[in-house]
């Protein structure tokens, strides 16, 4: 290119445009004295094209050409190359270098880097060198200043004395500075020597050498470490590395120490492929001080999609002793493992069947259950069901099921089941009604039986009719539904006295459960039946918005003739056991069951459920639950449950900002039945715009025999540089019913 075709001097507008800013990365504050604000940060990995062949454009308000082939140009200029930008107050092309040297108000500006300094000279092969330049990284917004910048033509960057920062300008919450950073834009990694950590102006960390990430992509390194402490462990610190080995697997090694016991090691595994993912987690405590022993924890996951209709999901998990989760688990949820499921499960699906194959196996962890009430063993478990409809109403189903149970005490045995059923489906605007028939067959082949037969068979027809109305009634801008149902089933009585229980239980009864022709959940038992469930529910819609303001339902079933087949242990659904007072005769009704939810005032919510005994006079169980949540990072839960004979518990649990960027934390649930606290947590959170901290304590029930723990965790993540707080959030969201993690405080500059 010759200097002619180069150069253009012809003073414009565009000439004396201001320079690109280097914004602040949350708000609009700037590093440069300017109204632009820099485009948004890009999450697509910076793409290098070859820049070098394309013309260079030189605008300029007039020039000097020397016989040498220099043209001093005078300011404003401008250099344009594609997306590369160049502006001076005063510049200097050499025509046999094709450089330009500039001085005086220095921008530059690509895809990927913005920076203003004093001095600098500039390629258009993209290499380039400037002095004293205050810089912006586009990918992740990151910025900083530099004593000299030096840029290549394959987009590293090397700096010198150098200050760099994620936080936005003039409120550096963290800062780096080290020696010389080399930057590879290409891998969006910066690596820093000599390097010093500045946290609210204190000095907390040197390395001589330290990598970090300059953009969204994954970057292998090390997390920051996490601090806590336990009553049965003592003090724990952690210190967690990501090693991310390829786009589609990555690992997470944690090593720590704790106090009481010694070292520890965790590991997390990841991976992804174009028809699985899974992860293999485990945690480590080798030679435990207090245990005397090696201990840990092994969980692996996985799912396979071999074609669009087959499915492998696997779960595996082990534990070395029953006591680990007391000693390292987080919260009564964790303490109370009681068992420990590993499980292969292939599915076929398609438009009219799905065949489930099952493999599953447990681990006891609770030892003070008894051999002979522990999970049997399904190997295997084959699950096969079918359905067909035709446009006329008419639908067949069927399932089928065979599974060998296998445990090493009482009696084994292979359980078949198969259940055919043929209906008719009559639905018109407002009403709808679904009689159906059906056969159920139940056989066993059974070993280890100390008395009694080896092999049963039961049979037995079933009928049910499901009917059901709709009413709605415009009360303006509301809409008003009534929707009554009645389901009858029948099923005869066979006596199965002599059939054993592998795997059924009786449900609580509740409004989904009311609606069901089988009281059981299992396979183990024809359940007989000739009874008909009366319910109803009424809504209440906002028109304008599609808002529920209320819904409500009640339902009971009644008995024509009383249920006769039980489990071992009586625990008919909703059939309550008389009262000494009253007489023996089986109530001829189930219990009244009811829910309430109600959303009609501003951002207050009630959720009601009540199973209640017509015939004692008596609620079986109770959950209510009020809640108030004006926006997703503030809410507010007062709880209260009761299951007869088994817990009374109040709870409140509240997330709330307060002070600016302050975020308060808590929950209890109290037993009103033991007057004593069996799990609580409070915390606190300061969340700047590159800034956060977190503090946790706990106090829960960690123990069977009701033994108490109290721990507490803190935790510091540095925007830009780190993150931490997935699994603080998922805790809290799953302690605090209806906590979002959206930050509250996302809007506060």
Not at 569 to 591: I, K, M
Not at 603 to 612: I, L, P, S
Not at 678 to 690: K, L, P
Request: one cysteine or more; glycine letters at 8%.
């Amino acid at each position: 290119m010759s200097l002619a075709a180069a150069l253009s001097l012809a003073a414009s507008a565009d000439a004396g445009a201001p320079p690109p800013c280097l914004a602040d990365t949350c708000g609009a504050a700037a590093v440069c004295p300017s109204d632009q604000v820099a485009k948004p940060v890009s999450k697509t990995p910076p793409m290098l094209p070859d820049l070098s062949g394309l013309p260079v454009e030189i605008e300029s308000a007039g020039a000097e050409v020397t016989v040498r082939g220099e043209a001093r140009l005078k300011g404003p200029v401008r250099v344009q190359q594609g997306p590369r930008t160049l502006t001076a107050g005063e510049a200097t092309y050499q025509d046999s270098t094709r450089s330009v040297d500039v001085s005086e108000a220095v921008t530059y500006q690509d895809s990927q880097l913005t920076l203003a300094g004093d001095t600098g000279t500039w390629n258009p092969n993209g290499t380039g060198e400037f002095k004293n330049a205050d810089f912006l990284l586009s990918q992740r917004a990151s910025h900083g200043h530099a004593a000299d910048i030096k840029l290549s033509a394959d987009g590293k960057l090397a700096l010198t004395d150098v200050s760099y920062t994620a936080c936005p300008a003039g409120r550096p919450d963290w800062m780096l500075r080290a020696g010389r950073v080399d930057i590879e834009q290409a891998t969006q990694e910066g690596t820093a020597h000599d390097m010093t950590l500045d946290v609210r102006g204190i000095p907390v960390l040197y390395l001589p050498l330290m990598s970090f990430p300059v953009g969204d992509a994954r970057k292998s390194g090390f997390l920051f470490p996490m601090i806590g402490e336990t009553s049965t462990s003592g003090l724990a610190i952690a210190t967690p590395y990501y090693w991310n080995l390829a786009p589609n697997y990555d690992a997470t090694l944690t090593p720590g120490y704790l106090s009481l016991r010694g070292a520890t090691l965790g590991s997390e595994f990841r991976f992804l492929t174009d028809n699985s993912r899974g992860t293999v987690e485990s945690d480590w405590i080798p030679n435990d001080i207090k245990a005397n022993s090696d201990r840990g924890y092994f969980k692996f996951g996985e799912r396979t999609d071999f074609s669009p209709h087959l499915r492998l999901d696997t779960n595996l998990a082990y534990v070395t002793d029953s006591h680990y989760f007391e000693d390292f688990g987080s919260g009564s949820d964790a303490t109370s493992v009681t068992y420990l499921q590993r499980a292969a499960r292939l599915t076929y699906l398609d438009d009219h069947w799905q065949i489930v194959g099952l493999i599953d196996q447990f681990q006891t962890i609770n030892l003070s259950i008894a051999p002979i009430d522990r999970p049997y063993n399904r190997v295997p478990e084959v699950d096969v069901r079918g359905h067909w409809n035709d446009d006329t109403g008419f639908g067949a189903e069927v399932h089928a099921q065979a599974v060998d149970f296998v445990r090493g005490i009482g009696v084994q045995g292979l359980r078949g089941r198969f259940d055919p059923t043929v209906s008719y489906t009559w639905r018109t605007p407002g009403a709808y009604l679904i009689p159906s028939i059906g056969y159920e067959t139940l056989a066993y082949a059974l070993r280890n039986v100390d008395s009694g037969p080896t092999s049963l068979s039961i049979s037995a027809p079933k009928a049910s009719v499901d009917a059901g109305l709709e009413f709605e009634r415009d009360h303006g801008t509301l809409l008003q539904s009534l929707e009554p149902r009645l389901l009858y089933s029948y099923v005869p009585f066979r006596d199965q006295s002599n059939a054993p229980v592998f795997d059924t239980a009786t449900p609580d009864l509740n409004t989904i459960q009311l609606f069901k022709t089988d009281r059981y959940v299992g396979g183990d038992r024809l359940a007989d039946e000739n009874q008909l469930a009366i319910g109803a529910t009424s809504r209440l819609v906002d028109l304008a918005s599609g808002r529920q303001w209320l819904s409500a339902t009640l339902g009971q079933i009644y008995y024509f003739t009383p249920p006769r087949v039980t489990l071992p242990t009586p625990t008919v659904a909703g059939l309550p056991t008389p009262a000494p007072t009253t007489s023996v005769t089986p109530p001829n009704s189930s219990d009244i069951v009811g829910q309430l939810d109600l959303s009609a005032y501003q951002n207050w919510n009630v959720a009601m459920g009540e199973v209640w005994n017509p015939h004692n006079h008596r609620a079986d169980l109770t959950e209510i639950l009020v809640r108030y949540q004006p926006a997703p990072g503030k809410i507010a839960n007062i709880g209260y449950r009761f299951r007869r004979d088994l817990l009374e518990q109040v709870e409140g649990s509240f997330a709330w900002p307060v002070a600016g960027r302050w975020n308060l934390y808590a929950r209890e649930v109290y037993s009103l039945q033991d007057h004593a606290t069996t799990d609580a947590f409070a915390g606190f959170e300061y969340q700047a715009c590159c800034f956060r901290l977190r503090f946790l304590t706990r106090h829960y029930v960690s123990t069977f025999n009701g033994d108490h723990n109290t721990s507490f965790t803190l935790q510091v993540e540095l925007n830009g540089l780190s993150s931490v707080s997935g699994r603080s959030d998922a805790f809290l969201q799953q302690a605090i019913r209806g906590y979002s993690s959206a930050n509250p405080n996302s809007g506060i500059p």
